[in-house]
């Protein structure tokens, strides 16, 4: 199994609410990510996990909170988001380090595409 | 740190003739280097790499690119271009960010449209 699932496929939301996004996979990767794109650009790093832990935040606001539960599952959980938050949000995986991960792609699921209102 | 460019926004081709898909790099040591493809509304596939070895590299698709050290380039091409091939195409290079994590950082992106 090469795949990555992402749920949902779409989502609205309001300005107040509360959502979550959820990413998995079983290639057993010990790496996974969360990226923010807007159309027509290329990805933007969100957050990284190594061994369910998280490794990299880039700067994101505390709105996007990331979790891992266990090695397949990665959540995002959505809070008092903006307007400009409106994007696709897609999740990869990859071999982590000590897996030889430095010579492995990333595995991109196919992303939510996410409306706040 | 590392860094890809990709220095056209668009190429347009004609069905059936040769396309290339310019990407140049800078990196402090050995580069690794990925392209990716994404259809309309879909997430990132998946294409070919470089880590070491021959300068030509065979992917998906018929896609190969050919990396080249004396011009830090790693252009992607296809002999035969086909329409199914319109797509927006990323060229990325891995970055070891510590802590036992690698990221990508992609280029801006390149829309190549292949006309019938």
């Known amino acids: 199994d090469t795949e990555v699932t992402q749920t949902p496929k779409h989502l609205v939301m309001g300005m107040t609410n509360k959502k979550s996004l959820k990413c998995e996979q079983h290639m057993g990767h010990r790496a996974m990510y969360w990226y923010k794109q807007k159309a027509k650009k290329p990805p933007e790093l969100m957050f990284v996990y190594s061994y369910e832990k998280l490794s990299i935040n880039e700067s994101v606001p505390s709105r996007f909170s990331p979790e891992c539960p266990n090695s397949s599952l990665l959540n995002l959980h959505l809070h008092a988001l903006q307007p400009e938050d409106s994007a696709l949000y897609l999740c990869?995986?990859?071999?982590?380090?000590?897996?030889?991960?430095?010579?492995?792609?990333?595995?991109f699921g196919p992303g939510t595409r996410l409306t706040v209102l | 740190a590392q860094s890809v460019a990709q220095p056209e926004d668009q190429v347009n081709v004609a069905e059936g003739n040769p396309l290339t898909v310019k990407c140049t790099y800078s990196?402090?040591?050995?580069?690794?280097l990925f392209w990716y493809v994404q259809y309309p509304n879909r997430g990132l596939q998946f294409l070919l790499k470089y880590i070491t070895g021959d300068n030509l590299v065979k992917g998906s698709y018929g896609f190969e690119a050919e990396f080249n050290k004396s011009q830090t380039s790693f252009h992607l091409k296809k002999p035969s271009a086909l329409v199914s091939d319109s797509a927006l195409y990323f060229c990325?290079?891995?970055?070891?960010?510590?802590?036992?994590?690698?990221?990508?950082?992609f280029g801006k992106g390149t829309k190549l449209s292949v006309i019938p």
């Open positions: 990325a290079v891995r970055d070891y960010s510590g802590a036992g994590s690698y990221q990508l950082t």
């Open positions: 990869a995986s990859s071999q982590g380090k000590g897996q030889g991960g430095l010579y492995n792609e990333q595995f």
């Open positions: 990196v402090s040591g050995n580069p690794y």
